[in-house]
Nanobody
Framework: VQLVESGGGLVQPGGSLRLSCAAS????????MNWYRQAPGKERELVAG????????NYADFVKGRFTISRDNAKNTVYLQMNSLKPEDTAVYYC???????WGQGTQVTVSS
């Protein structure tokens, strides 16, 4: 199992980023996917999840209305569109396959002026 996140970077408050997580080594379309994040000195927390087919999505309260999770099963990729970013969104963002217990290496998102 391999999960490779990309798309992080430095963005100003109010800006947007789109994270990608490219998956390999398993049948991607059979598994729900999740995005987590971990800020310095804090525990890792769930940001969003999406079912295997993409029809069910859930979000943490702190990102509802700002972030959108999606997936492309033909490309074995899950995305996290992040809009209206705030400084408190600064963290390393990880994708996670709960049923396999597999994490990516993470991608850093920094929201700062």
């Amino acid at each position: 199992v391999q999960l490779v996140e990309s798309g992080g970077g430095l963005v100003q408050p109010g800006g947007s980023l789109r994270l990608s997580c490219a998956a390999s080594g398993f049948t991607f379309s059979n598994y729900g996917m999740n995005w987590y994040r971990q800020a310095p000195g804090k525990e890792r927390e769930l940001v969003a999840g999406i079912s295997s087919g993409g029809s069910v999505r859930n979000y943490a309260d702190f990102v509802k209305g700002r972030f959108t999770i999606s997936r492309d099963n033909a490309k074995n990729t899950v995305y996290l569109q992040m809009n209206s970013l705030k400084p408190e969104d600064t963290a390393v963002y990880y994708c996670y396959v709960r049923q396999l217990g597999s994490w990516g290496q993470g991608t850093q998102v920094t929201v700062s002026s």
